[in-house]
């Protein structure tokens, strides 16, 4: 199968399981840590998931499903503690410079943001592509606070691993052949995660066009 993303053949699952078989679960775990911490946005963190339950329910991959949701979440948990702690370093040398671009209202703003709606920006910004790389970082950045974080990071990191992961295994048991298709599953999650961000910047355009008139 040609791969799909970004024309690199690491970033495809299949390609990964042919030529890592027993390391296919290790290297799952590295890239959903470094997409969830290290701001690479573009990794195939849904696509990986959903194929891990995939293959391990046409046993292609013989793994304790178990286990293997137990790492992915660590994986993408430990990722998103390695941002916050980033953006916490980061963030308050910059928000005492107040400089031109980056003011000191604006971090006052997105910290009274995650002090409202930072539980559920933090699980359901989980499941959307770019936004999980990032809203960890932002969390540190507005300084939320550090017990409320991981408890919701937490929540986040297991709803999505469990969830996907899930998914491709319920697929792999039901849906005689599904195997075959995955690069077209592959297009799929991926329209699908990107829904939010189309309705998102929509949403802004809408806003910016009441603004201006």
Known sequence: MTPLLLGMKWMDPNWLLDHYHTEFIWLGAVLLFIECGLFFPFLPGDTLLVSAGLFIATDKLHENIVL???IFAIAAFAGNVVGYEIG??????????????????YFEETHEFFEKRGNAALVVGRFVAVVRTYVTVVAGVARMD?????????????????SLTL??????????GVVKHIDILIIGIIALSAIPIGIEWRNRRRRSRVSAE
Request: charge should be positive.
């Open 88 to 105: 916490r370093a980061v963030g308050t040398p910059l928000m005492q410079r107040d400089g031109r671009i980056l003011k000191r209202r």
């Open 146 to 162: 550090r017990r409320r974080f991981l408890l919701w990071s937490a929540v986040g990191a297991v709803s999505w691993v469990l």
């Open 68 to 70: 293997v949701m137990v």
């Open 167 to 176: 998914l491709g295994y319920y697929l792999g048991k039901s849906v005689p």
